[in-house]
């Protein structure tokens, strides 16, 4: 089972970026699927869950209202479209899949599978 993520790069703060996490090897039917963050020198932290049908999200408040979560199970992708990006929003952004409950993601990071990290970087 892979997790390959993409869509990370440089942009100036007020931008916007679109991350994609493409998942093989199986089929993630009723799995969540979703995104964390580790800045330097700090945690890995949650940043938003959906469930499999799409119909469920879940974000951490720093990003309400500025980040989208979506997933096209055809595709076996998830999506996060960024905007409004700010400088604090700089991290490796990785995207995990797990069939806990998306709504206690933020307190969990023993999730059954991990993509590798892309690099977001804002600049101010």
């Known amino acids: 089972v892979q997790l390959q993520a993409s869509g990370g790069g440089l942009v100036q703060a007020g931008g916007s970026l679109r991350l994609s996490c493409a998942a093989s090897?199986?089929?993630?039917?009723?799995?969540?699927l979703g995104w964390f963050r580790q800045a330097p020198g700090k945690e890995r932290e949650f940043v938003a869950a959906?469930?499999?049908?799409?119909?469920?999200?879940f974000y951490v408040d720093s990003v309400k209202g500025r980040f989208t979560i979506s997933r096209d199970n055809a595709k076996n992708t998830v999506y996060l479209q960024m905007n409004s990006l700010k400088p604090e929003d700089t991290a490796v952004y990785y995207c995990?899949?797990?069939?806990?409950?998306?709504?206690?993601?933020?307190?969990?990071?023993?999730?059954?599978?991990w993509g590798k990290g892309t690099q977001v970087t804002v600049s101010s």
């Open positions: 995990a899949a797990d069939r806990l409950d998306g709504s206690i993601w933020y307190y969990y990071r023993d999730l059954d599978y």
């Open positions: 959906i469930s499999w049908s799409g119909g469920s999200t």
């Open positions: 090897g199986r089929t993630f039917n009723s799995y969540f």
